[in-house]
């Protein structure tokens, strides 16, 4: 939730954005990085609750992570 504002405020400044027409739900724009708030959530509660487990085990879900978020970018 800390997160969230400060890739909104990310996304409507670099116009990552959705427009509203006919056939979306919305009616005004809206930003589309959410994914990336819920990625970089995900990385640093893993990173908080799992302090001393070595790096090499986190790295398949970053990188994981890291692709899908990159494919839901793109």
Do not use: W
Request: proline share 7%; charged share 15%; hydrophobic share 50%.
């Amino acid at each position: 939730m800390l997160i969230t504002p400060i890739v909104k405020k990310l996304a409507f400044k670099i116009g990552a954005t959705d427009q509203p027409n006919l056939r979306k739900v919305h009616q005004k724009i809206m930003p589309r990085l959410g994914g990336l708030a819920i990625y970089i959530s995900f990385l640093l509660g893993l990173l908080i609750m799992r302090p001393d487990t070595p790096y090499h085990e986190h790295e398949a879900i970053m990188v994981g992570g890291g692709i899908i978020l990159l494919t839901g970018v793109l």
